[in-house]
């Protein structure tokens, strides 16, 4: 779509050095009955817009975060519906969001580069049945006042103090004589009230909007005249909605409270509302002001909050009776999979994954709906996986793309959230495990989406950032990273081992997916059979040649060989570490003097190699992703495998992994014949495992295995990818969906599972019966499958099929 014209309409805000929900309103009169209109709206900050009193779309939390330096993402509806003839009212009412905060936090979100006034822009071109066409907009002659909500934030949660019925300035004949007039940004000079940079480019918003998916009935926890504690049965992201019982009458006294909202409830009954990367002395709590003649309702309007309890404190008034609603708001994803199984215990797994996603999904992927609200991009590069098998995810990450590239600097480095307000350059940086996501999600929408236009548009800064880091190439031919396998068992963050295998893996894995993409957009345009790149092997589109970033993938590969693999022992271990030291070392993580709590994880403040303190005997992550990446020389895999099995069963078939090693455990351990042991580590009822934290009645993953501050945090239910990828056995093939593998393990001991993945050929439909070897599956058109079981190998056109083995 074509970029929209910023000249359309003035952004406008209310006056003051910093409004705080201003009401911007225009009333305008229509001489004829309106046919068809489009309302392009938008915010520097959040907006909620209404046309007669009416929501203009279902959207919540609008726009998407971008960097509003570079982009700001404009929502457009159809608005004709809400038109009417004679007197209209178009009325927005704008948040701080993440654009204006003023709550100090570690991520420096209030202080970013950008922060500024909210203000609002907005065009509405209507169609009249008299043929003629009005446009309206921003600009001269709209008015504004303080809005009910005298304070909101993303992290601290919202101040509501009505004066007025909330939504009478919404309708038509409503007396604003009393308003101030709008400032107005002046073209070239910003706002009347102090310069601002040039106009951002207006893009439509991309992905899928923020919307309400459920209410929910909480249970009473505890009741006290100083608190009662509510639970709504199972962590949620969104926010209350509180009203007055119907019996209350307009002439009783204010009801004045205090709402927290907490995952988790403290030793003595009550929520945990404290986050030590909020420097404030509120989080999460709502302060709410019901009058029963005007305003006897309210739910928040610009912000959410993750929580399963929440604590209502009467401040004045009587709270007997006061309805509260627990409300599930989330990216309006669609989701393409569905899992059933004989074992009730997979399908928890599954769809406790699944609503840990859908917990993290407002605009981009998050780390947590609670803690940090951050696009992290390593936990989502571990999760891509379960992310686009589980839902359509092409729209928001189509959007998280571009605002990866926005945020790049000028030496190719990427921060490790997305968007940032100038904060993960260098704090927890560099993390390759992390800012590897970009060439990988790139490839990501090639492969399975077919979105080859993205390698002419991303894939410059893509190569930029893969040169970036080969830049950083010490003597050894290694990239170094300050985080590694976080959150293993023990560990307070980082990785105890040296970081530098798995980020100059990560880095070659993305070289390579580099290559695959580009090799797939060249496909797509006709470049097959021809020489698409110049001489001097850089192809027009400024990518280098697929064969050139595969080199370096090589040279990547062969040096971690070289450091980290012991031939002798068959295995990968730290430079300096006992070659006959085999027995698994103690959970607990190396003591460090030189770490630090930052950014809500832990940084190594030393140089990330493995000078100055005993490397770990053995990790598991450090054989693994050398096995997943098929890294590791044909002569030694078979050694390697065997030391890791030896390892887990020495440890009771536990992991000792992180965020990375359990993204690919089970999926190693089936794809080197044992199913058998990937299913007794995942029905480990002791810790560090999964089993305990569902049978605890979680329906969400912690974020850490001892102690975990959030508890829906997805990064450690990547084995959902195993139950897909191996106990199904669905897997897609290299260049997409026209070939894929269907190849269940049949060593893991479940009875019967099925499966149905919606792809952009149709549905692929499996179903597994292990008992009687009997798998039924359904090819969509244009797809074949190869279909590996024990003792057979077919492949299977479309169609439905019936295999035995």
């Keep these: 779509m074509p970029d929209i014209d910023p000249a359309l309409a003035r952004w406008i805000t209310a006056p003051g050095e910093d409004p705080q929900n201003p009401l911007l309103r225009m009333s ?48 457009e509806v159809d608005a004709a519906e809400l038109l ?53 907009s921003t600009g001269e002659g709209w008015r504004t006042r303080p809005g009910p909500v005298v304070f909101d934030s993303m992290y601290e949660g919202e101040t509501f103090a009505p004066t007025e019925d909330p939504a009478a300035w919404r309708l038509p004949g409503y007396d604003d004589a009393g308003w101030a007039p709008v400032l107005v940004d002046r073209p070239g000079s910003g706002s009347r009230r102090a310069q601002r940079s040039a106009e951002p480019l207006l893009v439509r918003q991309v992905q899928e909007p923020v919307v309400v998916r459920e209410e929910l009935l909480p249970t009473l926890v505890s009741s006290t005249p100083q608190r009662v504690v509510l639970d709504m049965g199972r962590v949620i992201a969104g926010w209350c909605r509180f009203t007055l019982p119907a019996e209350v009458g307009p002439w009783a006294p204010p009801v004045e409270f205090v709402a927290r909202h907490g995952e988790k409830l403290l ?29 006897r309702s309210f739910a928040p309007r610009h912000s959410y909050k993750g929580f399963r309890y929440v604590q209502l404190e009467p401040l004045s008034g009587d709270l007997a009776g006061l309805q509260v609603t627990g409300v599930l708001a989330h990216a309006d994803l669609r989701e393409v999979s569905r899992l059933s199984s004989s074992d009730p215990y997979l399908e928890q797994f599954d769809a406790a994954m699944r609503a840990s996603l859908l917990n993290n999904m407002h605009h981009v992927p998050t780390d947590t709906p609670i803690q940090e609200k951050n696009g992290w991009t390593g936990d989502a590069l571990t999760a891509l996986a379960a992310m686009t098998t589980s839902f359509d995810m092409r729209r928001m990450l189509r959007k ?35 800012t590897c996501l970009l060439p990988t999600l790139l490839d990501e929408m090639v492969t399975e989406y077919g979105e080859v236009g993205l390698v002419a548009l991303h894939g410059p800064a893509a190569a930029s950032y893969l040169a970036h880091e080969l830049s950083r190439r010490d003597q050894e031919g290694l990239i170094s990273g300050v985080l590694g396998d976080y959150l293993s068992p023990g560990s307070p963050g980082p990785a105890p081992e040296d970081k530098r295998l798995s980020g100059s893996l990560f880095v070659a894995r993305a070289l390579r997916s580099l290559a695959h993409a580009v090799d797939l957009a060249t496909l797509e345009s006709g470049g097959a059979g021809g020489d698409p790149w110049t001489a001097s092997g850089e192809s027009i589109e400024g990518v280098p040649d697929p064969e050139a970033l595969r080199a370096d993938a090589t040279a990547l590969e062969e040096a971690v060989n070289a450091v980290f693999l012991d031939p002798v022992a068959g295995r990968y271990r730290d430079p300096g570490t006992l070659e006959d030291s085999t027995a698994p070392e103690d959970s607990a993580a190396p003591e460090d003097s030189g770490t630090r709590a930052e950014g809500g994880r832990a940084n190594t403040a030393d140089s990330p190699g493995p000078a100055g303190a005993a490397a770990p005997a053995y990790r598991q992550t450090s054989n693994l992703l050398p096995l997943a990446f098929g890294t590791v020389p044909p002569e030694h895999v078979e050694a390697v495998v065997a030391n890791l099995v030896a390892d887990i069963e020495a440890r009771g078939d536990h992991h000792d992994c992180g965020h990375i090693g359990v993204r690919f455990l089970l999926p190693v351990l089936s794809a080197h014949g044992h199913g058998e042991l990937a299913w007794r580590v995942l029905n480990s009822p002791t810790a560090p495992g999964w089993k305990a934290w569902l049978e605890a009645g979680n329906s969400t993953f912690m974020e850490m295995w001892e102690n975990p501050r959030s508890c829906s945090h997805y990064f450690m239910g990547t084995p959902a990818t195993w139950l897909h990828e191996w106990v199904v056995g669905l897997r897609r093939g290299p260049d997409g969906w026209r070939d894929f593998v269907v190849e269940p393990d049949p060593r893991v001991p479940v009875a019967h599972i099925a499966f149905s993945r919606e792809t952009d050929l149709g549905e692929i439909v499996i179903e597994v019966v292990r008992e009687e070897r009997v798998m039924t599956l359904v090819v969509p058109e244009g797809a074949r499958a190869r279909v590996l079981l024990p003792g057979t190998e077919k492949v299977c056109e479309a169609g439905r099929h019936v295999v035995t083995w």
Excluded: K
């Design 84 to 136: 009417t003839r004679g007197e209209n009212v178009l009325g927005i009412e704008l948040g701080r969001g993440f654009h204006a905060t003023t709550t100090p936090n570690e991520w420096r979100w209030h202080l970013a580069p950008w922060r500024g006034p909210v203000r609002a822009w907005a065009r509405l071109r209507i169609d009249l049945a008299d043929g003629t066409t009005r446009a309206l």
């Design 400 to 434: 998280w793309l571009a605002d990866q590239v926005d945020g790049q600097r000028a030496d190719g480095s990427l921060a490790v959230i997305s968007p940032n307000p100038d904060w993960g350059y260098d704090e927890l940086s560099p993390a390759p495990e992390w």
């Design 267 to 295: 030793a003595d009954g009550t929520v945990d509302d404290v986050n030590q990367h909020i420097h404030t002395d509120r989080f999460q709590q709502d302060r709410v002001l019901l009058q029963p003649a005007f305003a």
């Design 28 to 75: 305008f009169e229509l001489a004829s009955p309106p046919v068809a209109a489009r309302l392009l709206v938008t915010g520097l900050g959040t907006f909620r817009a209404y046309l007669n009193g009416a929501p203009i779309s279902d959207g919540l939390l609008d726009p998407g975060l971008t960097d509003p330096r570079r982009r700001v993402q404009v929502c």
